[in-house]
C-alpha cells in the first residue's frame, strides 16, 4: 500500500502545513471578512427596509383615517349647505309666487272693472238706440210722435225683461 | 399573496361613490383597511424570514458513517499500544488482551456518545421547531 | 493507466527539494493540494468581488459554504467558538476540495493518505487539548471522570474515557482516508473491468457512473463529517459537556 510508504511523509506534511496555513490566512484575512460584510450589510439593509416599510405603512393608515375623517366633515359640511339652499331657495319661490297672485288678482279687478264701464255704456246706448229706433217706427207706422212717458215705460219694461240692467 | 397595486386596489380606489345630497355613504364600503392590514401581514412575514436560520438536518446520514469506523479504531488502539506496551514489557499477550477490552469499550463509548449528541441535537431542533 | 488499482495513491517526486535535513519535494499530492488552495481561493474571492447587495448565482454559493459552516460551528460548538471559525471553515473547504478533485479522472487524492488525513486529525486533536487547558486549567481532566460514578467504577471508567479521548483523532483520520481510498479503488477496480471486458463492459460501465455519484456524496459527506465532528471535540473543550 503505497500510503504507509514512510519516505513520503515527510514532503507530503511539508506541503500540507504550507498550503494549508496559506488557506487558512487567506481565508481568514481575506475571504471570510468580505463575506461576513456582505451578509451584514444586507441584513441591515433589510432590517431597514422593513422598518421603513412599517414606519411608511403606519403613515399610511393615519393619512387614511385623516382622509375619512375630512371627508366625514365635508360631507356633514355639504349636507348642512344643502339644506340651508334648499330652504332659501324655498321661501324665496313662495314670495314671488306670492307676489304674482297679487299682481295677478289686481289686473283682474282692474280688468273687470274696465269690462263694467264698457258694458254700462253700451247699455245706456242701447237705450238710446232703442229710444230712436222706437220712435221712428212709431212715426211711421202711425204718423204721430209717440208720448216720451209711454216709451220710456215699455222700454224700461223690455229691456227689464231682456236682462240688460 | 395578492398583490398590492394593479386592478386590486385601483378598483378599491375608485369604488368611492360621489358623495351626493343628504346620501349617507358607508365608510366601509371602501375598505382600504383590507389593503393597509395586508400590507402589515407582508411585513411580519418578511420579518419572520429574515430571522436568522437554524440548522438544517445535514449531519443525520453522517451519523450511521460514524458509528462504524468508531468501534474499529477502538479496537485497533488496543491491538496497536497492546502490542507495544507488552513487547516493552515483557508480559505477552495480556496487555494486549487488557487493551483490546479497553479499547473496545471505549469505542462503545464514543458511539455512545455520539448517539447522545445527535438525540440532543435533534431534540434542540425539534424544541427550536415547537417554539415557532 | 495502471493496472494496479492501488498505483493511484503513489506519491511522484516532480521536483526534489530537500530543506534542513527534511524531504520537502514537490510530489503529485503536494500539487494537489496547491490546486486545492487555488481553487478554494479563486471560489472564495472572485465570487466576492462584486460584493453585491443581491447576490449572483456564484455570490450566492460562496455566501451559502460560509453560512453552512458558521451554522455548524454555531449549533454544535455555540458562539463562543466563532472565533475558530476561519480554521473550522479551511478545514472543510480544504478536505471538500481534496476529495472532489480527487474524482477527476487521472488526478490525485490528497485526502486519500493517512499521513495527511492523521496530520490534520492530530492538529484538532492537539488545538483542541490545548483550548481545553487554556480554559479551564487542570479542571479540564474532569471530561475523563463521569459525574456520580463510584470510586471502584472510575477506577475501570477513566483508564475507558482516557483511551476513548486518544482514539478521537485516529477515527477521525481513518474515516475519512478509508472512505476516500476505498472509494477510489473500487472506481479503479471498476475501470479495470470497463476495458478489460470490451463490448461487455457497458454493465460495469453503468455502474462505475452510479458509483461516481454515490463517491461525490461521499465525499461532501466526508469533509463535513471531518469539520463537524472538530466542532464538536471544540464544544468539549470550550463547555466540558
Known sequence: MPQLEFADFAPQLVWLAITFGLLWILMARV??????????????????????????????????????????????????????????????????????????????????????????????????????????????????????????????????NAGVN | MTALGGTHYGARAFKVPIPGIGQEVGLDERDPDGALSEIETRIQQARAENEPKTEQNYSSAGVAFRIGVDLISGVAFGVVVGLALDSWLDTTPWMMILLILLGTAAGIRNVIRTAALETERQNRQNKQRDNR | MAQNPLDQFKINRIVEIQAGGIDASFTNSAAWMVVALVVISAFMIMGMRQKSLVPGRWQSMVEMSYELVANMIKDTAGSEAQRYFPFIFSLFTFILACNLLGMIPYSFTVTSHIAVTFAMSAFVFIGVTIIGFARHGLGYTKLFAPEGASPILLVILIPIEIISYFIRPISLSVRLFANMMAGHTMLKVFAGFVISLGMAGIVPLAFMVALTGLEVIVAILQAYIFSILACIYLNDAIHLH
Open chain 1, 31 to 160: 475571504a471570510l471578512p468580505r463575506v461576513s460584510d456582505v451578509l451584514l450589510s444586507r441584513e441591515q439593509r433589510i432590517t431597514n427596509d422593513l422598518d421603513a416599510a412599517e414606519r411608511l405603512n403606519n403613515e399610511a393608515q393615519e393619512a387614511l383615517k385623516a382622509y375619512e375623517t375630512a371627508l366625514a366633515e365635508a360631507r356633514a359640511k355639504a349636507n348642512a349647505l344643502a339644506v340651508e339652499t334648499r330652504a332659501k331657495v324655498q321661501t324665496e319661490a313662495e314670495a314671488a309666487q306670492a307676489e304674482a297672485e297679487a299682481r295677478l288678482a289686481e289686473r283682474a279687478a282692474e280688468a273687470e272693472a274696465q269690462i263694467q264701464a264698457a258694458r254700462n255704456e253700451a247699455m245706456g246706448n242701447v237705450r238710446e238706440i232703442a229710444s230712436a229706433a222706437a220712435t221712428g217706427v212709431v212715426t211711421q207706422l202711425l204718423g204721430d210722435v209717440p208720448d216720451d212717458a209711454a216709451l220710456n215705460a215699455v222700454l224700461d219694461a223690455e229691456l227689464a
